[in-house]
């Protein structure tokens, strides 16, 4: 099974990402029901039988309810020297995500997996991109958009999803919601 863990966003702010797509060669557009902040992904080939565990665990998670918005856009890699891959919208970061994500990170290492070796980088992805040679686009989007900011919206539980790949694009399926109550 492919697995993560990840914040599912408000209707309303679904609606202000979607206002975002830009036509851009190549690009291959996140669908609406499909955006989501990534807490934490555990891999592409997760046996089943380890599902017990991983739910016990973040069952175990003890965090309070916070408000979260989203501020600003960028890209994968960043910094000019490799094409960009991915266009991303920024997060920003209370001290309560923070705390979230240290609790998800310890309750996934209790349940048997390897600790996270990236800094955890909160982003929504918006689109991925094909083909390597649209900087000029790309450039025109993150400059147009730099300054995005969406309504802040409540964060009150964090999901495990099931992950398939179609060419259509990844099709998520809930496994468990899991309430934050401090």
């Known amino acids: 099974m492919r697995l993560f863990i990840a914040i599912d966003l408000s209707d309303a ?3 202000q990402l979607e206002a975002l797509r830009a036509d851009i060669p190549g690009a291959n557009w996140v669908r609406r029901s499909a ?3 990534t807490l ?6 997760i046996a089943e ?4 565990v991983i739910r016990k665990q973040l069952e175990l998670v003890k965090a309070d309810p916070f408000e979260l918005s989203l501020r600003g856009v960028g890209c994968f890699p960043s910094g000019g020297r490799k094409p960009a891959r991915v266009l991303w919208v920024g997060v920003k970061s209370p001290p309560a ?3 979230l994500y240290g609790q998800v990170e310890r309750a996934v290492l209790a349940a048997g997996f390897e600790e ?11 689109a991925r991109l094909r083909l390597p040679r649209v900087e000029r686009e790309v450039s025109r989007f993150l400059q147009r958009y ?13 999901v495990l999803y099931s992950s398939v790949l179609t060419p259509q694009g990844a099709e998520y399926t809930p496994l468990l919601k899991v309430p934050l109550r401090g």
């Open 97 to 99: 995500l923070q705390v």
């Open 146 to 158: 730099e300054q995005f900011q969406s309504e802040a919206f409540p964060v009150s539980e964090f």
């Open 49 to 52: 039988d380890r599902l017990p």
């Open 116 to 126: 996270e070796d990236r800094p955890f980088t909160p982003h929504i992805t918006l």
């Open 40 to 45: 934490r992904f555990l891999g592409d080939d």
């Open 13 to 15: 702010v679904k609606n």
């Open 35 to 37: 955006y989501h902040l």
